[in-house]
């Protein structure tokens, strides 16, 4: 990797002046992301009866963020690679911004909808490039632990996240859980115009993967428009053409990353049996994840009468748990193999999602019915997040690292979006039903135990298919250190700076 801007040593020492500003402006910008998609969910009922949506129009309201954001997030890395990692960070960042002020200025569900897509855009670019600032500015000697304060510092803003959203939601009202992104980007692009070295990939050449990186998010919006009119108005129109729409677009993006020369998604890595597996079990855990973590905030304050705030404070233990537990979790599993802690982890994720089914109308203590679940639950995600991330990024040689955390973290994305589109179906939620405390409380139960389902499903798949030795990636001298922030358990794995999936880096 070359970098332009940065001293001859190679990168600038992490307690100067300069690191100290790269870290924070790195901090603040994955921030921005991070706090959004755990605010917007605890908003979802009060925005919901403000806007008199539907729960289709809530659906797209957290689906069109992640439709855009999956599709393109893969190229984000690749993007500041070739043109300059800190500007297209910044770009990403006043993106983000300026659509979150529409998000907060919206009149009625369609204009919500639009401008969060935008949103997912503007995550697409500032995501990877948070991260990659700090492996790239930073010297060699410095990183590790530049790259652990980043992630300990997230921790915070996921931590944060739950109870700021529920005091705005309370307080100001929910526009204010976008307008607040607008004065932290300003701070942020200031920052990184004045304090932030440029760095890019002086090698990178070729063209990008545009044409697939269309096509995938083309494919997932088919499929994903087809689940929820599926649960509202369904008929061959809204739901046939949607769903034919998608699968042709699907394979034509299959056929496209076969013949092109820089694929946004290489399919030889799939010859790996465990690096597939892991992908699966991706999908099925962070689907369990992104299930609960949609329905529970209209659960608490829908169904148990809570307030925002007290329904956001409600999962904090959660976070914390991620927080202090989720290295030693990563440090056991690298001693004795993942295969034990991706198999009894899901299982006991899946133990607190069936605990949940205890949260009900009239539910009157959160020390009894609420906090145990949550905090089995938590407890269970520290136990297979950092393996995962590990057992994915250790599946595959070190220099197809950067490809296969990005790949992975898509597709913990992807699974999110389909959750989101598809569960309302499978438990008959729609139209205005969750304005109702007992149709949603009936549709809890059942999406808790969808839930628990897809966590048991990942463990099956882990216990029969994951090795139970420590892994070693081809070429590496030492099992693969394991890669996990604390805002795992809300948003997806890590994404590999500087090797992102349609760079002309990867081989």
């Given at each position: 990797?070359?970098?332009?801007?940065?001293?001859?040593?190679?990168?600038?020492?992490?307690?100067?002046?300069?690191?100290?500003?790269?870290?924070?402006?790195?901090?603040?910008?994955?921030?921005?992301?991070?706090?959004?998609?755990?605010?917007?969910?605890?908003?979802?009922?009060?925005?919901?009866?403000?806007?008199?949506?539907?729960?289709?129009?809530?659906?797209?309201?957290?689906?069109?963020?992640?439709?855009?954001?999956?599709?393109?997030?893969?190229?984000?890395?690749?993007?500041?690679?070739?043109?300059?990692?800190?500007?297209?960070?910044?770009?990403?960042?006043?993106?983000?911004?300026?659509?979150?002020?529409?998000?907060?200025?919206?009149?009625?569900?369609?204009?919500?909808?639009?401008?969060?897509a935008?949103?997912?855009?503007?995550?697409?670019?500032?995501?990877?490039?948070?991260?990659?600032?700090?492996?790239?500015?930073?010297?060699?000697?410095?990183?590790?632990?530049?790259?652990?304060?980043?992630?300990?510092?997230?921790?915070v803003a996921?931590?944060?996240?739950?109870?700021?959203?529920?005091?705005?939601?309370?307080?100001?009202?929910?526009?204010?859980?976008?307008?607040?992104?607008?004065?932290?980007?300003?701070?942020?692009?200031?920052?990184a115009?004045?304090?932030?070295?440029?760095?890019?990939?002086?090698?990178?050449?070729?063209?990008?993967?545009?044409?697939?990186?269309?096509?995938?998010?083309?494919?997932?919006?088919?499929?994903?428009?087809?689940?929820i009119?599926?649960?509202?108005?369904?008929?061959?129109?809204?739901?046939?053409?949607?769903?034919?729409?998608?699968?042709?677009?699907?394979?034509?993006?299959?056929?496209?990353?076969?013949?092109?020369?820089?694929?946004?998604?290489?399919?030889?890595?799939?010859?790996?049996?465990?690096?597939?597996?892991?992908?699966?079990?991706?999908?099925?855990?962070?689907?369990?994840?992104?299930?609960?973590?949609?329905?529970?905030?209209?659960?608490?304050q829908?169904a148990?009468?809570?307030?925002?705030?007290?329904?956001?404070?409600?999962?904090l233990?959660?976070?914390?748990?991620?927080l202090?537990?989720?290295?030693?979790?990563?440090?056991?599993?690298?001693?004795?193999?993942?295969?034990?802690?991706?198999?009894?982890?899901?299982?006991?994720?899946?133990?607190g999602?069936?605990?949940?089914?205890?949260?009900?109308?009239?539910?009157?203590?959160?020390?009894?019915?609420?906090?145990?679940?949550?905090?089995?639950?938590?407890?269970?995600?520290?136990l297979?997040?950092?393996?995962?991330t590990?057992?994915?990024?250790?599946?595959?040689?070190?220099?197809?690292?950067?490809?296969?955390?990005?790949?992975?973290?898509?597709?913990?994305?992807?699974?999110?979006?389909?959750?989101?589109?598809a569960?309302?179906?499978?438990?008959?939620?729609?139209?205005k039903?969750y304005?109702?405390?007992?149709?949603v409380?009936?549709?809890?139960?059942?999406?808790?135990?969808?839930?628990?389902?897809?966590?048991?499903?990942?463990?099956?798949?882990?216990?029969?298919l994951?090795?139970?030795?420590?892994?070693?990636?081809?070429?590496?001298?030492?099992?693969?250190?394991p890669?996990?922030?604390?805002?795992?358990?809300?948003?997806?794995?890590?994404?590999?700076?500087?090797?992102?999936p349609?760079?002309?880096?990867?081989?």
């Amino acid at each position: 990797m070359t970098t332009a801007g940065l001293p001859a040593s190679g990168g600038v020492p992490l307690s100067s002046g300069t690191g100290r500003w790269v870290l924070a402006c790195s901090v603040l910008g994955s921030g921005m992301a991070l706090l959004d998609g755990t605010i917007v969910n605890i908003a979802l009922p009060r925005l919901g009866e403000d806007l008199n949506a539907s729960l289709a129009s809530l659906q797209w309201t957290v689906n069109g963020y992640l439709l855009t954001l999956a599709g393109l997030i893969l190229l984000g890395g690749g993007l500041g690679d070739r043109y300059g990692r800190r500007r297209v960070f910044v770009v990403g960042v006043v993106w983000f911004a300026l659509a979150s002020a529409l998000c907060g200025l919206a009149q009625d569900s369609g204009m919500l909808i639009a401008s969060r897509a935008l949103q997912g855009v503007g995550g697409a670019l500032l995501t990877p490039g948070s991260l990659a600032l700090v492996q790239s500015t930073f010297r060699p000697e410095d990183r590790a632990k530049a790259v652990g304060a980043w992630s300990g510092l997230g921790g915070v803003a996921g931590a944060v996240g739950p109870f700021l959203g529920g005091w705005l939601v309370d307080g100001p009202g929910w526009r204010w859980i976008f307008f607040i992104n607008v004065p932290v980007g300003a701070v942020v692009v200031l920052i990184a115009v004045r304090h932030v070295p440029e760095s890019r990939d002086r090698n990178a050449t070729g063209s990008f993967d545009i044409t697939g990186a269309a096509l995938a998010a083309l494919s997932l919006a088919g499929i994903t428009y087809a689940l929820i009119a599926a649960s509202s108005h369904p008929s061959l129109l809204t739901v046939g053409l949607p769903v034919l729409a998608g699968v042709l677009c699907g394979a034509g993006f299959l056929r496209t990353e076969r013949v092109r020369a820089h694929p946004i998604l290489p399919l030889g890595i799939f010859s790996s049996r465990l690096f597939s597996t892991m992908n699966l079990v991706t999908l099925c855990l962070y689907a369990a994840i992104g299930g609960v973590f949609f329905l529970l905030p209209v659960q608490l304050q829908v169904a148990a009468g809570y307030t925002a705030l007290r329904a956001g404070l409600a999962t904090l233990p959660v976070t914390v748990l991620m927080l202090l537990l989720s290295a030693p979790a990563g440090a056991l599993a690298q001693r004795i193999g993942p295969r034990w802690p991706l198999t009894l982890g899901p299982l006991l994720a899946g133990v607190g999602m069936l605990l949940l089914t205890r949260v009900s109308p009239g539910t009157s203590s959160y020390f009894a019915d609420v906090l145990p679940a949550v905090v089995v639950q938590g407890l269970g995600m520290c136990l297979f997040v950092a393996p995962l991330t590990a057992t994915v990024l250790a599946s595959v040689g070190v220099d197809h690292a950067g490809v296969a955390s990005g790949v992975n973290n898509a597709a913990a994305r992807v699974a999110q979006l389909l959750v989101v589109a598809a569960l309302p179906l499978a438990i008959g939620l729609s139209n205005k039903a969750y304005t109702s405390a007992h149709a949603v409380n009936t549709a809890f139960d059942k999406a808790m135990i969808i839930c628990a389902g897809l966590c048991a499903g990942g463990a099956v798949l882990a216990a029969f298919l994951v090795p139970s030795g420590a892994i070693l990636a081809e070429g590496a001298e030492e099992a693969v250190e394991p890669q996990c922030t604390a805002n795992c358990a809300f948003s997806a794995p890590p994404l590999e700076p500087g090797s992102s999936p349609g760079s002309t880096r990867v081989p």
